[in-house]
C-alpha cells in the first residue's frame, strides 16, 4: 500500500477546525443531558470562577435552545460536550443537528422563518448575504469586547460587521475556532544534521532556501492539485503573500474587487508565490511538477529518505495526510510562514474559521453568546483537541497537547487575521477563476496575463 492510498479523504469546505465548529439543521437529536460533564467542575486548569459567574447570572430553566450548522460525527461528539456545560449553567436543553448543505439549509430555512436559534457559518460570505436580507440579528455591544480580548481583535471585527437590510452596519456574530494557515512544515533532524535554524523572517526565508540549493539540496515540495479545485493551494500562497506585501486594507479591497484583481500589487504578490514555485532548483521540475503535483502527496517528500524536500508550507490540517506514524513535534515540526522584517506590516496571519450567528432572536440565544465569550467555552473546546483560539483570556495550559498550543501561540501573537480570500470572493471567481489562473501561472503563463483574465472575468458577472 502507498503513502498516498493510507492517507485521509478532503473535503476543502471541511478544512480543520472551521468544520468542527457549528452544529447542522436535519435529524435532531435529543437534547442534551446536564450531568454529561467531561471534565469535572472546579478541576483542572479552566476558568470555573467565570463558568460560575455566568451561571449565576443567566437561568432559562425549561427553555429549548436549537443550533445549526456543519459538524457531525466526532465533531458532533465534542460539540455535545460543550453544550453540556451551557445546559449545566443555565438549565436550558440544546438541541442540535448535523449537516454537509448546511448552506443550503440554512438559507431554505431562514426564509421560510423556521431558522434555529443559533448557526454557525464557515464561511462569512454567506452570512453577510442573509444579513443584507434581514435574516440575522446584529449584536450590540460585542465589538468592544472582541476588539478587546481577541488577538487582533479589530481583524475579528471587521470580518463579522456586515450592512444590515437598511444599509447599517452591525457586528452581527462571533468567531469561535479557527484554522491557521501560515505555516511551514519541516523535518527538525533534517535540520539539524544539515545545521539549519527556524528562519524569523522573509528575507531569511529566502536565504534558507537559497543556501539548501547551495548545500545541494531541494528546499521546497510544493503541490497544488486537487482533482476538481486544482489550484486552490496556491491561491493561499497568494494570499499569504499579500498580506506581506501590502496593508490589510489593500487586502480587503482586493477580496471586495474595489482594486481591480490586475492590480500591479497583486501581481506582485503572485510573483512573490512564483519565486518559490516556478524555480526548478527550489521544488523538483519547477512550476509544472507543481501543477501536476496532488497537495496530499507533495508533503510526503519531507519523509523520503533521503528527504525529497525540507520545507512544505501548508495549513494545520495537512497532518491528516503524513504518512502513519509520524509523530507531531517529534518527527516532524512547523514554524509561522514569516514576514519581511524589511516591512512594517506586523504578524499577519491567514486563516478560516467558523461564525457563531443569531438567526432566531431570543434572550437564550443571546445568553449563548455571552457564553462563548467566557474563557471556559473556548478551553473545554481546546482540551478536545482540533480548536485554535484568538481568545486571550483561555488558558493555553488547556490545549490538548503541544502542537495545537504552538499553532494556538501564532494565532494570539497575530497582528491582523484575514479570512481565506478565494472563500470571500464570489464562487464564480475565488472558487473557479482564481483557482485557474494560478494554474496557468504556476506552468508559465505571465501573472500580468492571468490577473487580467480574472478581472475579465469579474467584470462580466456585474
Known amino acids: 500500500m502507498t503513502y498516498a492510498s493510507k492517507l485521509l479523504p478532503f473535503a476543502r469546505r471541511h478544512d480543520a477546525v472551521a468544520a468542527c465548529l457549528a452544529t447542522a439543521l436535519v435529524l435532531p437529536t435529543a437534547a442534551l443531558a446536564d450531568s454529561h460533564l467531561l471534565f469535572p ?13 455566568f451561571a449565576a447570572e443567566n437561568d432559562f430553566t425549561g427553555e429549548t435552545l436549537t443550533m445549526t450548522g456543519v459538524g457531525t460525527g466526532d465533531d458532533a461528539a465534542r460539540l ?3 453544550y453540556a456545560y451551557f445546559t449545566h449553567a443555565t438549565g436550558a436543553e440544546v438541541q442540535y443537528s448535523g449537516s454537509e448543505s448546511f448552506e443550503q439549509d440554512i438559507v431554505i430555512a431562514t426564509r421560510a422563518g423556521s431558522a434555529p436559534h443559533i448557526a454557525t457559518f464557515p464561511q462569512p460570505g454567506l452570512a453577510r448575504d442573509l444579513a443584507a436580507q434581514g435574516f ?25 460587521t456586515f450592512a444590515g437590510p437598511e444599509g447599517d452596519a452591525g457586528l452581527y456574530g462571533l468567531f469561535y475556532g479557527v484554522d491557521v494557515k501560515s505555516l511551514v512544515w519541516y523535518v ?13 523572517s522573509m528575507e531569511d526565508l529566502k536565504a534558507l532556501t537559497e543556501q539548501i540549493v547551495a548545500d545541494g539540496g531541494t528546499p521546497w515540495c510544493i503541490g497544488i492539485g486537487s482533482a476538481a479545485a486544482t489550484g486552490w493551494p496556491a491561491t493561499d500562497w497568494v494570499e499569504d503573500m499579500m498580506l506581506r506585501t501590502q496593508p490589510p486594507e489593500v487586502y480587503d479591497a482586493w477580496v471586495a474587487n474595489d482594486m481591480p484583481f490586475d492590480d500591479p500589487r497583486v501581481v506582485a504578490a503572485i510573483e512573490e508565490y512564483g519565486w518559490f514555485a516556478r524555480n526548478p532548483d527550489f521544488v523538483e521540475g519547477g512550476g509544472r511538477t ?29 497532518p491528516n495526510f503524513f504518512p502513519e506514524g509520524v509523530e507531531l513535534g517529534t518527527d516532524v515540526d512547523f514554524f509561522y510562514f514569516p514576514a519581511y522584517a524589511g516591512k512594517d506590516l506586523g504578524r499577519p496571519v491567514l486563516g478560516s474559521g467558523g461564525l457563531v450567528t443569531i438567526t432566531r432572536d431570543a434572550p437564550v440565544a443571546r445568553a449563548f453568546i455571552e457564553f462563548l465569550k467566557t474563557p471556559v467555552a473556548h478551553e473545554i473546546f481546546m482540551a478536545q483537541g482540533n480548536f485554535l483560539t484568538p481568545h486571550l483570556g483561555a488558558n493555553d495550559a488547556t490545549y490538548a497537547n503541544e502542537t495545537q498550543r504552538a499553532m494556538g501561540q501564532i494565532l494570539t501573537d497575530a497582528t491582523t487575521f484575514r479570512f481565506d480570500a478565494s472563500d470571500l470572493m464570489p464562487g464564480e471567481i475565488g472558487t473557479s477563476a482564481f483557482w485557474n489562473a494560478m494554474v496557468e501561472y504556476t506552468t508559465g503563463t505571465p501573472a500580468e496575463e492571468v490577473t487580467r483574465a480574472v478581472q475579465d472575468r469579474w467584470d462580466s458577472i456585474r
Open 290 to 318: 507543481v501543477a501536476a503535483t496532488d497537495f496530499r502527496d507533495s508533503v510526503l517528500g519531507l519523509f523520503s529518505f533521503p528527504p525529497d524536500c525540507l520545507l512544505h508550507r501548508q495549513a494545520s490540517f495537512i
Open 136 to 160: 440575522l440579528t446584529p449584536i450590540d455591544g460585542l465589538s468592544d469586547w472582541v476588539a478587546e480580548n481577541y488577538a487582533a481583535g479589530s481583524s475579528w471585527v471587521d470580518l463579522a
Open 80 to 82: 455535545r460536550n460543550l
Open 188 to 200: 527538525p533532524e533534517a535540520f539539524e544534521e544539515a545545521g539549519y535554524a527556524v528562519p524569523r
Open 41 to 53: 467542575i472546579g478541576e483542572g486548569p479552566f476558568d470555573w470562577a467565570g463558568y460560575e459567574a
